[in-house]
């Protein structure tokens, strides 16, 4: 052994044992301690490498359908998908229930309709948010995140605005570049499920079954079939508004065949573009902006903020040739939010206003604290059986 040998030269040469100063001693232990310094860094090397590598599979794993891939979405890998937690958290205060049926959020402020005050951190200014089995995602312009019902945050997405989710709240959509995901969300994160190849000037809108619709401005909307990924997008300029998905269909706009109104209309996947199937309503003079009200939670309605009064359609009605219009006093600059399938909720800076769909309505007072600045979180939950 290299020790023995040493040991052995260095005895040759004296007479007496080795005194405190030992030279051999002191090129031993310099060599033991280079040793387990070259140790020890092998084993942080490999736990690093073992908590990455089990981090990755716990927060992604579990991909839709089976036999499609899961793992980090390009742009970010496992560390942005850990969990992170911006700012102090303190539990959330249990309140009580504030009457109104939708959280409030204004800045980064959150008011759950149980009375709880919780603080939207880590993405800057609040641009969207909505409310999802298990917590909220939220997003500024290039963020997306998740947030616990305890307070703490994850990174959904890091490096693009261009992301819608599911109906259901389950799916989140978002592109980076040219490459359109698909994923889980979930407490840890994201399960990706998908990824697909698509044009760089069109962007997510809304999540059906396994097609992804996507917006091409001025171009219409396309579906992307998730099944057939090498079929890019066909978009119809004739569809020029989608407001949710209904059932195995769309509910949006469509220009009038010959003329210049919109029209409200089903659309379904069809030949590899977005057509409608039926149409009607032309004359309502409905607006293009999906976001003014939107679609009911079972897509039987549609609400529309106009003026000093928001308007409830009965879509069926409408699309079978009748004109089924109630509307709701309630002038507002905050965009009516629909709380359940027949109940739409809006409002002004002193109290909320509750619309049914029955022509009914009802004035809930502010939660303290709320600023005149108030906007309402859209709820996304999975529609009852047999909607």
Request: a negative charge; glycine letters at 14%.
């Amino acid at each position: 052994m290299l020790e023995d040998s040493l040991r052995e030269m260095f005895a040759a040469q004296v007479d007496t044992p080795p005194v405190a100063d030992d030279p051999a001693g002191t090129v031993i232990r310099r060599g033991r301690v280079a040793r387990r310094r070259r140790a020890m860094g092998s084993l942080v090397a490999v736990g690093a490498a073992l908590v990455l590598v089990t981090a990755g599979a716990a927060s992604l794993g579990g991909g839709w359908p089976p036999d499609r891939r899961s793992g980090p979405a390009a742009g970010f890998g496992v560390d942005s998908l850990a969990d992170v937690t911006v700012g102090p958290v303190e539990p959330p205060t249990p309140g009580r229930d504030t009457g109104i049926g939708l959280d409030i959020r204004s800045g980064d402020q959150l008011w759950t309709t149980d009375g709880r005050r919780l603080t939207l951190t880590g993405v800057g200014e609040v641009t969207r948010i909505y409310r999802v089995p298990g917590g909220w995602v939220y997003a500024g312009a290039r963020e997306v995140r998740f947030l616990r019902p305890d307070g703490s945050s994850v990174t959904l997405s890091g490096e693009d605005d261009r992301w819608a989710v599911s109906s259901d709240g389950d799916q989140l959509a978002f592109q980076l570049d040219t490459t359109l995901h698909v994923a889980r969300i979930g407490p840890a994160g994201l399960a990706l499920m998908d990824s697909v190849e698509v044009p760089a000037n069109t962007w997510p809108v809304a999540i059906a079954a396994d097609r992804v619709v996507v917006s091409g401005g001025s171009r219409g909307y396309g579906f992307v079939d998730l099944a057939r990924q090498a079929q890019q997008p066909a978009r119809n300029a004739a569809v020029t508004t989608i407001y949710g998905v209904r059932g195995d269909g769309l509910v949006g706009l469509v220009r009038e065949e010959g003329g210049s109104r919109r029209c409200l209309a089903r659309i379904v996947p069809t030949g590899g573009k977005l057509q409608p199937a039926q149409s009607g309503g032309c004359g309502l003079g409905l607006r293009a902006e999906a976001t003014e009200g939107g679609l009911a939670p079972d897509g039987r309605w549609l609400a529309e903020r106009r003026g000093a009064e928001v308007a409830l359609i009965d879509v069926d009605r409408v699309l079978d040739g009748e004109t089924a219009l109630v509307t709701c006093p309630a002038a507002s600059d905050v965009p009516p939010v629909w709380a359940d399938d027949r109940t739409v909720v809006t409002g002004n800076d002193a109290h909320v206003v509750r619309c049914r769909t029955d022509g009914t309505e009802e004035a809930v007072p502010l939660p303290e604290g709320v600023p005149e600045d108030w906007q309402l979180v859209p709820r996304l939950t999975a529609p009852a059986d047999g909607q």
